[in-house]
Nanobody
Framework: QVRLVESGGGSVQAGGSLRLSCAAS?????MGWYRQFQGKEREGIAL???????TYADSVKGRFTASRDNAKNTLYLQMTSLEPEDTAMYHC???????????????????WGQGTQVTVSS
């Protein structure tokens, strides 16, 4: 069983930065960051394998950076140049079995955190 707890969300003005954290318990393997806009489906934005290789959605490439500290069992998402369109609930996810993500942002995950809200004002 894997438990994921996100933190670090909040309100920021356009152009600002935030750093999200996802503290995990148990073996996580491949992990990802997703976001859900109000009334819309969840969007995959970043994947990071246990070997630290990453994949990003075009919408965040160059602005967001996913990283992980395997010793602390924690996933991070550094977000810069935030835009009002980034306003969403952000969730982390973990596979719990496979270490490699394979670069598919539409892949399914076995474990999800409750999410942390990010609000960007213009």
């Amino acid at each position: 069983q894997v438990r994921l707890v996100e933190s670090g969300g909040g309100s920021v003005q356009a152009g600002g930065s935030l750093r999200l954290s996802c503290a995990a318990s148990g073996y996580t393997g491949c992990m990802g960051w997703y976001r859900q806009f109000q009334g819309k489906e969840r969007e995959g934005i970043a994947l990071i394998s246990s070997d630290l290789s990453t994949t990003y959605a075009d919408s965040v490439k160059g602005r967001f950076t996913a990283s992980r500290d395997n010793a602390k069992n924690t996933l991070y998402l550094q977000m810069t140049s935030l835009e009002p369109e980034d306003t969403a609930m952000y969730h982390c996810a973990a596979d719990g079995t496979f270490w490699r993500c394979s670069g598919d942002l539409t892949r399914s995950f076995n474990y999800w955190g409750q999410g942390t809200q990010v609000t960007v004002s213009s």
